[in-house]
């Protein structure tokens, strides 16, 4: 639906011409204007970013089924449940062992409930390597998971201009690592999480129609990370579409082989 209005920064101040200032850290916490009015964190954002978000959710599930949300016990939306756990911190990364995820996955859906856990994975690097490890220990132990790469994640970088990018080589690396190691091991990718806008924005630096670190203060309107434009979202769409039409056929061809053997 959305994202990115109030975060951590890399950074607690940002310094311009010599000002120093406090990072703008998302529009429920404070403004983006460079000024020392904006920046002071208002707690009215919250207050209102909590009543958009209400009338979102109400908005959308009158669409899909008519009904309204509950609002009075908004702590069982968030990870409240996790703050004592000893597994409040943990993450599924390279440095899970596949026995630790598949624990977790029972404690988390003891019934085996399909689309009830989202399991989103690491850099292409790892990937290659890990992620099979914990594919494979998911299947073998009968569990239904859903598999998503959220390929924007990690590949933040400084340009030489001081503005923040994202190489476009880097994300298209990690969704053919993704669907790479999904066809070896026989797993179907579930899902992929993508930070874009349909304008055409220079914020993402490569593509087709080649955004470099000399366009980037051209059309650069992120108030926080940099996002995929239109052009460099519709690519990745395009090469999704594609690596799912090659896999269909080829599951196709593998069940007619097998027919005409039988």
């Avoid at 990115?4 to 703008?24: A, C, H, M």
């Avoid at 703050?83 to 409040?88: N, V």
Wanted: net charge positive; proline share 5%; glycine share 8%.
């Amino acid at each position: 639906m959305a994202g990115q209005f109030e975060k951590p920064r890399s950074d607690s101040f940002e310094i311009k011409d010599g000002v120093k200032l406090p990072s703008y850290r998302g529009d429920n916490i404070n403004g983006d204007a460079f000024d020392e009015k904006s920046r002071v964190p208002d707690p009215q954002r919250l207050i209102r970013a909590y009543l958009q978000s209400v009338g979102t959710l109400n908005l959308l599930r009158a669409f899909a089924t008519g009904g309204y949300a509950s609002m009075q016990r908004v702590s069982q939306w968030n990870l409240d449940f996790v703050r004592h756990s000893e597994q409040g911190d943990s993450c599924v990364s390279d440095k899970m062992d596949p026995k630790e995820l598949v624990k977790l996955c029972g404690i988390l859906n003891p019934r085996n409930k399909p689309g009830r856990l989202t399991i989103i994975t690491m850099g292409a690097d790892n990937m290659r390597i890990k992620l099979l490890h914990l594919i494979r220990a998911v299947r073998q132990a009968g569990l239904i998971v859903t598999w998503v790469s959220n390929p924007m994640h990690g590949n933040t970088i400084k340009a030489p201009c001081g503005l923040k990018t994202r190489p476009f080589d880097a994300i298209r690396s990690k969704l053919r690592a993704f669907f790479n190691v999904h066809e070896q091991e026989g797993s179907y990718p579930g899902g992929v999480h993508l930070e874009m806008t349909g304008q055409n924005v220079t914020e993402c630096i490569g593509g087709s129609n080649t955004v470099t670190f000399d366009d980037l203060n051209s059309r650069y309107h992120t108030h926080c990370d940099p996002r995929l434009n239109a052009s460099q979202s519709l690519e990745l769409a395009f090469a999704i579409s594609e690596r799912l039409r090659r896999r269909r056929l080829k599951s196709a061809k593998e069940l007619l082989s097998g027919n005409k053997v039988n």
